[in-house]
DNA sequence: GGAAAAATGGAATAAAAATTCTAAAGATAT
DNA sequence: ATATCTTTAGAATTTTTATTCCATTTTTCC
């Protein structure tokens, strides 16, 4: 009874660490190949997780096949399966949220509830902090305020989605003495606002998927009039890219079709800030 | 010859940053679907390097064989060969994430400061975000968005600080179809852009310490023609409290003079959305 | 505006990998 | 000691996955 392959106990688990529970529990009761497997898969998890079959099984010196039954003596369908736990934890380390959030998403069924929805928006925020501790490089982030800090006026650029991190640069800019300027593109007079920088001053310009054209557009146009440019966005093919001098690299997660700003606006008040101490100092 | 698919400048990099560096420096010279695929490696690492051929061709929207030529153009063997290199940069960094950032920020000098300046800004944020989902109550929210959907059209009332928040609620509600009316108090112009409003519109006023006097005023003036009033604020003192039908509390953390707005968006973000499903039910 | 070259989509094919099956070896219990 | 039950090795098979090839479309250059 006790020895049943599978009893309530020991269930087939789903993730790392209870599997790991669960071999050490049964390394005791396990037939000799299955537990130098155990063993082996325990102490090189990464091999699991990118193997094959054939070349994880000469490493741990059993046959191809061993590696089948062991999974099944688990109670996964197969090795393939097995193989998933050692993925999924790898994908942890390096955290993409996206699949978390779909099953928090899906799990509400049709009628979101409005909780969940409150959830989920909070959850977006702070998958998008996270990463943007990974992605923006300190260097990067150095520079984008040095060129900041030379500048005369700094022109905001922000259309559409992004609009309001633009809008919250002016004012955190303006409170702290910074001179800088908020191109509304109101009736259209965009390129006429731009229109007075100088190689001495300096454009911020955000923008992310899809790539507002106006953006693109008026970056592109300080860039060729030698105005320094700083770009905020998503990808490293983001049209901003081609003009910036400097750009900081910011993916958004997102929940539903709505994506989120927190990442870009914890960014924008480090520089706005950054750029002013920078200031003080020279 | 600067066009060979091979010349001594871009050799097939072995490492991940060499991929990166690479695929950069040939963005512009790029076909459509290779540099949609580059865009997507870079996006999508972990997938690249656990997806199949065909899976990753599907979410990044091309054909199989797209891959392979991909991998090709960049002097790799086939696309196994390419996805070597984003496994191998999952097991470098899988021992040493945390490290990592430790080590860089220690390292750095005079980065320090500035890497630290962005990591209390995501600090902040993170905080506000977990705060929120204990000050928000379900019922309360869903007063809030039972309030806004019966509306005919939103006034959305923001200044100074978190005027970003209401322009993002603009733009939110446009997209998903509901009329909304983002009062920008452009030429001081504010209670003329609220007068059209009826007791079958709402108003969605937010406002936080110090609070804005035109944003109580307008939201009393409202009250006070029997608009129903939503608020967003960030203690039971604000002067929009006596104003509104139903309020949300959100009390965002700072970071030197400086509050997130972190909480306050991923709100706003739920409310726009729970009102246009609710109106979608009705 | 038309010829040549490059890029693309999609099916066909080849390669690789996982799984299954069976005979043989090894335990275990009576 | 031997009959039975479990475990194992290795080959055979099936399934999955990567790659190739070619007709069609798109771009480029004259």
Redesign the pocket.
Known sequence: MGADSESITDATPEDYEGLRTLLLSRRDTM??????LAAFALSHPEEVAF??????AEHAG????????F??SLGY?????L?QIFRARLRERFPDYRERLRVLRDSEGSHVQSASLLEGFADAAAVSLGRMRESVRPEEFSRAIETLAKADTIYLLGARRVFPVAAYCAYAFGKLGVRAILIDHIAQLGPEQLGTATERDAVLAISFTPYSPVTADLAAAAARRDIPVVAITDSAFSPLVTSADVWLEVAEADFGAFRSLSASFALAMALAVGTAERRAEI
């Open positions: 037939p000799k190949r299955l537990k130098q193997g094959t079959v054939a070349g994880i059993v046959q191809p096949s061993t590696l089948v039954r999974a099944k369908d197969g090795f393939s399966h193989q």
